[in-house]
């Protein structure tokens, strides 16, 4: 082979890892680099820790997950003596600090060609910040060279490397053509912009093309949206995969004649992104199906009330697992509507799902018994309305322990936010489909839904999927007689607009009065919003869509005196 080529075919491998299965992570490397190989690619340029899966948090500090990650990075190593493609592919990668001498540990992108491993790069920019912890885990290396590569220079960076004008700028002072970053870059609403916004300062700053490869797929709270990338020297968006997909994509890259550092990419797909709401329905549909069979369930089972937030849930599971997966139950108690049956059945119907009564009267009967000596002539109060909601938790988890069906929580981040669930009750569950969504995002949601036949790649029904009225209807928990949520809370668009401000924005109290909001609701919000930290620590996990996501993203003490 010539030292120089004219043109090179770089193949951006979208693909979908599973923390900690380092086998199969390597052979969807392999398959992946086989499907490039027909399409006469060079170079197969894979996500951010690709090998381990991103991202690997704890996991990195067994020696014997770091010895069987080596030992399968030397072994498609050698694979590449075939002459077919290159491997770019990221993974945790021991080193010597240059500087003190230390062995520690790296969040490396590996070359592997020829047979052997060529190159190792570490990233530099550690990100600390929001969901990463990086640098609890890994070392910084030191700004990396830049690696030939079939006549051609190579500039790779590691996902937050990309964040900042340094690694980039050092890439191109050593002489870089070509920027390739490796990702591993979570999806939430509009994360798309950040990323070109983050991309287009590099190419400017250095007058190079761009590659950005990114993850697909969920893991625990985290969910990757692919959407990997293309910039051309001037700026310009010349390629885009599809989000929410794996996809295997060949790039052609030619050098040009009158200057040779430089290259354009000539036939990179450009699919459009997806609205707003389609991504987060995505996201969710993603999140929830990789959650359920990365972790081996046969299936989902969840109360169905004939509310809007269990419908959507139902949906979603629906639309990621397909209807023989999803098990509903309606749980009626003697304050449960006659419309409230009537469109908990629509619902099931329309899914097409497996859809069972189990009344909860006896269980309220018999708590009544137990307890009535002990609460003597209290009046009824919370207390009861509770054990509701704990007999239909009791009951989901016994059907879950019979039959092996995870229990899907259906709570949102308005109730979540302000504490509006119930412990034990209506909280429990493995997965907490709508944890990240705003009670208004779950109407656009469904009304989205209803709208849109089929979604490409989605399992439920081609039409509506559930009721209009179960979206029009006044939201209420029907614990007591007559009872609507806007008893206890703000209205939800009223509600939704404060948890934004205080949430997302970190707003404080008096930057929302000043903004118009009514005072005494400002502080009710941002008190229950407080109270309610135990609650949320309590909660199952659930997929991030928005920039402030509770859980590992959001950490606020439960013991807070501060009140602002
Ligand atoms: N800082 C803290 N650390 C640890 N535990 C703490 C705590 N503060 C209170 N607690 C404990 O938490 C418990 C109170 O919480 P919890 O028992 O959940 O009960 P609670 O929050 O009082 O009531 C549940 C609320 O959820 C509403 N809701 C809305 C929608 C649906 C449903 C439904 O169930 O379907 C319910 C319901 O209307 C009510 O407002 C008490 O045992 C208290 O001691
Ligand atoms: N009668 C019921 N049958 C089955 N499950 C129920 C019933 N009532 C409540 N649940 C479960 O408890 C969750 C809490 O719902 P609740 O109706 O109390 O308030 P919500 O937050 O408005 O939810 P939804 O919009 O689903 O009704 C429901 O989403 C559902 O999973
Ligand atoms: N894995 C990473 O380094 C991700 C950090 C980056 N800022 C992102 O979200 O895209």
């Known amino acids: 082979m010539s030292d120089r080529q004219d043109r090179l075919v770089i193949a951006m491998a979208q693909v979908n890892p599973t923390v900690g ?32 899966g991103y991202p690997p948090e704890d996991l990195v500090f067994r020696s014997a997950f770091l010895d069987t990650i080596q030992a399968a990075t030397l072994t498609l190593a050698g694979e590449t003596a075939d002459g077919g493609p290159a491997l770019l592919i990221g993974a945790p990668w021991r080193f010597t600090d240059p500087d003190d001498g230390r062995r520690k540990l790296g969040n490396a992108a590996l070359l592997l060609d020829g047979g052997e491993v060529r190159a190792v790069i570490l990233k530099f920019l550690l990100p600390n910040y929001g969901v990463f912890d990086e640098v609890r885990v890994f070392s910084r290396g030191p700004l990396p060279d830049v690696v030939a590569f079939r ?27 070509i920027l390739l970053v490796l990702n591993g ?16 300062p590099r190419v400017s700053e250095t007058g190079l093309p761009l590659v950005y490869v990114n993850q697909l797929g969920g893991q625990d709270e985290l969910v990757f949206d692919g959407e990997s990338f293309v910039v051309d020297a001037a700026g310009a968006l010349v390629g885009r995969l599809p989000s929410w997909g794996e996809a295997v ?24 992104p997806y609205n707003q709401d389609e991504a987060v329905y995505r996201a969710l549909v993603t999140g929830l199906g990789d959650y359920v069979n990365k972790n081996g369930f046969p299936g989902v089972i969840l109360g169905l009330s004939g509310g809007i937030d269990s419908a959507l849930s139902a949906a979603v599971a629906v639309d990621a697992l397909g209807p023989e997966r999803v098990w509903c139950v ?6 449960t509507s006659a419309e409230s049956l009537e469109d908990a059945e629509g619902v099931a119907q329309m899914l097409g799902i497996r859809y069972e009564t189990v009344s909860i009267g006896p269980a309220i009967g018999a708590f009544g018994q137990m307890l009535g000596g002990l609460f003597e002539d209290r009046p009824a109060d919370i ?14 988890m016994a059907l879950s ?33 709508l944890k990240d969504v705003y009670k208004t995002t779950v109407n656009r949601l469904c009304l989205w839904r209803n709208a849109h036949g089929l979604p490409s790649g989605m399992r439920g029904p081609d039409g509506p999927v559930m009721p209009a009225r179960v979206i029009s209807k006044p939201p209420t928990a029907e614990l007591r007689p007559d009872q609507k949520d806007e008893d206890s809370l703000p209205p939800y668009p009223v509600l939704d607009r404060i948890l934004n401000g205080l949430i997302e924005g970190e707003q404080g109290v008096s930057d929302l009065i000043a903004a118009g909001h009514d005072t005494e609701t400002v502080h009710r919000v941002w008190h229950l919003l407080n109270v309610a930290e135990y609650k949320r620590r309590q909660a199952p996990p659930g997929v991030k869509i928005t920039l ?13 005196r501060f009140v602002g």
């Open 21 to 52: 299965d380092i086998a199969g992570n390597a052979e969807r490397v392999r398959a992946a680099r086989a499907e490039a190989a027909r399409d006469g690619a060079d170079l197969v340029v894979f996500p951010e820790l690709v090998l381990s």
């Open 151 to 177: 006549g051609a220079s190579l500039g790779i960076m590691v996902c937050e490397d990309m964040w900042g004008p340094q690694v980039a700028g050092h890439l191109a002072r050593e002489g870089a053509e």
């Open 185 to 200: 870059s979570p999806f939430e609403v509009d994360k798309h912009g950040q990323r070109l916004e983050n991309a287009r």
């Open 249 to 272: 994509v060949c790039t052609t890259w030619t050098r040009d004649p009158g200057d040779p550092a430089r290259w354009t990419c000539a036939d990179a797909p450009l699919v459009p």
């Open 330 to 335: 309606m749980m009626p108690s003697p304050y």
């Open 383 to 396: 207390t009861e309305e509770n054990i509701q909601s704990r007999a239909r938790g009791v009951t989901l």
């Open 401 to 433: 322990n019979k039959f092996g069906p995870m229990v899907l929580s259906t709570g949102n981040k308005s109730e979540m936010s302000v504490g509006y669930a119930t412990l034990y009750g209506d909280m429990c569950g493995g997965f907490s489909v």
């Open 548 to 560: 402030r996501a509770f859980g590992r993203d959001r950490r606020y003490p439960i013991t807070n």
